[in-house]
């Protein structure tokens, strides 16, 4: 799983076909933890609040954000794949709070500002050490901040059985319930569609 591999997957047809796919996987792949994301937005997205995503994609949250009419400071998305990237762009053009960056977030030592709010969605399974970019990204986090990650775990096997090809093809791997041990200031773990998806909520003070 190098990475010029999944850039490559996700740079497919201009990255046209995510948004689409998304929204089959939203409906049949993993509801409960779409909606909890949005949950986790409506409750910690504010008007002072400063955001930064790493591997935002398509900008499919920051979409959320808006269609929930969330205020927020100022928001920076990550990501790797230009073609991904150049949707998110298109997007949110006219909003100067917003930025998109091309960036490989396993080094995030260019960022010198906390952030009030940190999100990662569906993005640790092509990450070949989570808990050390996770941990690392902790640094970024203001003092008071939240962090909270979606990413897949592996599932029961009648789930595997359907999903293991769309791994394959997405050359992504399920986070291991070792990488997750190794994460530092999980607050909340929970986990949906037979495990499919877990997500963690970091906070640095209790
Ligand atoms: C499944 S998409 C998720 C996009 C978005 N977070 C969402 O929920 O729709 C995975 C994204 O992670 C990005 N990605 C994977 N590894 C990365 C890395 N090391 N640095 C930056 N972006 C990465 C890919 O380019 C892709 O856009």
Redesign the pocket.
């Known amino acids: 799983m190098s990475?010029r591999d999944?850039?490559k997957v996700?740079s497919f047809f201009e990255a046209r076909w995510y948004d689409s796919f998304?929204e089959v996987w939203n409906r049949f792949g993993t509801p409960k933890a779409e909606k909890k994301i949005r949950i986790f937005l409506k409750e910690y997205v504010s008007e002072e609040k400063s955001i930064l995503e790493l591997?935002?994609?398509?900008g499919?949250?920051m979409e959320t954000i808006q269609r929930l009419n969330l205020l927020f400071k100022h928001y920076l998305g990550?990501?790797?794949?230009p073609d991904?990237l150049n949707q998110a762009i298109n997007k949110s053009k006219a909003n100067n709070r917003v930025t998109f960056k091309q960036?490989?977030?396993?080094n995030l030592d260019n960022l010198d500002e906390k952030y009030d709010v940190i999100i990662s969605?569906?993005?640790m399974s092509?990450?070949h050490l989570p808990s050390e970019v996770i941990n690392k990204a902790q640094n970024l986090l203001k003092d008071d901040g939240s962090f909270y990650l979606v990413f897949m775990t592996k599932p029961k096997w009648f789930i595997n059985f359907w999903v293991w090809p769309f791994m394959l093809l997405f050359k992504a791997r399920y986070v291991t319930e070792s990488e997750i041990q190794k994460v530092q200031n999980i607050k909340e773990i929970k986990r949906y569609s037979f495990n499919l998806a877990t997500s963690i909520l970091i906070k640095n003070t209790n």
């Open positions: 990475n999944v850039r996700y998304k591997g935002c994609g398509t499919k949250n990550l990501d790797f794949t991904m960036q490989d977030i396993t969605t569906w993005v092509h990450i």
